[in-house]
């Protein structure tokens, strides 16, 4: 049974940082993180491999968002630096056994989500 928890959202003003973590359990897996922001779609932001050798990310945030893994830790994190308030969204990781994918409808598992709020 994989679970999927992620921690580290907030309020944080434009230009800050902040760390997600996703804590997962019941394998290692290729996971990625989505966003969501109201009353849009959920959008495919960067996904790293079991071991984190293979990482991707949208073109929209390449360069400001690092994905990176502890397995030791069974944990993903997404750095998120330069913050802008069209990153506010409520951002969920997701996991899945083959290659990543930018489709969220290909991760059969989620995590339930934590917001991040950025004040211009």
């Known amino acids: 049974q994989v679970q999927l928890v992620e921690s580290g959202g907030g309020l944080v003003q434009a230009g800050g940082s902040l760390r997600l973590s996703c804590a997962a359990s019941g394998g290692v897996y290729v996971v990625a993180w989505f966003r969501q922001a109201p009353g849009k779609e959920r959008e495919f932001v960067a996904a790293?491999?079991?071991?984190?050798?293979?990482?991707s990310y949208a073109d929209s945030v390449k360069g400001r968002l690092t994905i990176s893994r502890d397995n030791a830790k069974n944990t993903v994190y997404l750095q998120i630096n330069s913050l802008k308030p069209e990153d506010t969204a409520v951002y969920y990781c997701?996991?899945?056994?083959?290659?990543?994918?930018?489709?969220?409808?290909?991760?059969?598992?989620w995590g339930q989500g934590t917001q991040v709020t950025v004040s211009s």
């Open positions: 790293i491999s079991p071991f984190g050798g293979a990482r």
């Open positions: 997701a996991a899945r056994i083959f290659s990543s994918s930018v489709t969220a409808k290909d991760y059969p598992y």
